[in-house]
């Protein structure tokens, strides 16, 4: 009877936890990185995403400025495709970390200074 009951108790904790493990997955593009929707972006990186999308005006100089891809976790492409954009980090002295790297059509986020970066998924 025991047994029976720790059959039951296994198939009901696995029958409610998969879909708690797989919400909790980030969703991946096709190139590989994690996606994120601009709902799910902080703030400040929606505020940046739109002032992209409006051509400006931007907070910082170097925004809009070739970014290189020197870290090669970006899909790779020609010289210039990609250019960054900062987001702006309440409490930072400076630009801080955080960033928006945009090529057309798609667009990044990293909030760690070009460690990692998830897509961010504009339509379903």
Do not use: S
């Amino acid at each position: 009877m025991a047994q029976l009951f720790r059959g039951w108790l296994i198939l009901l904790l696995v029958t409610l936890c998969t879909p708690l493990a797989q919400a909790a997955q980030p969703a991946y593009d096709a190139d590989g990185l994690p996606a994120i929707t601009p709902a799910e972006l902080p703030v400040e990186a929606r505020d940046t995403l739109r002032a992209i999308k409006q051509g400006g005006p931007f907070a910082y100089e170097r925004d809009g400025a070739v970014f290189n891809n020197y870290e090669r976790v970006l899909p790779k492409q020609a010289r210039g495709y990609y250019h960054e954009y900062t987001v702006k980090t309440p409490g930072a002295r400076d630009r801080g970390a955080r960033r928006i790297v945009c090529g057309v059509p798609e667009c990044y986020y990293t909030a760690d200074h070009y460690q990692t970066f998830k897509r961010i998924r504009e339509q379903p």
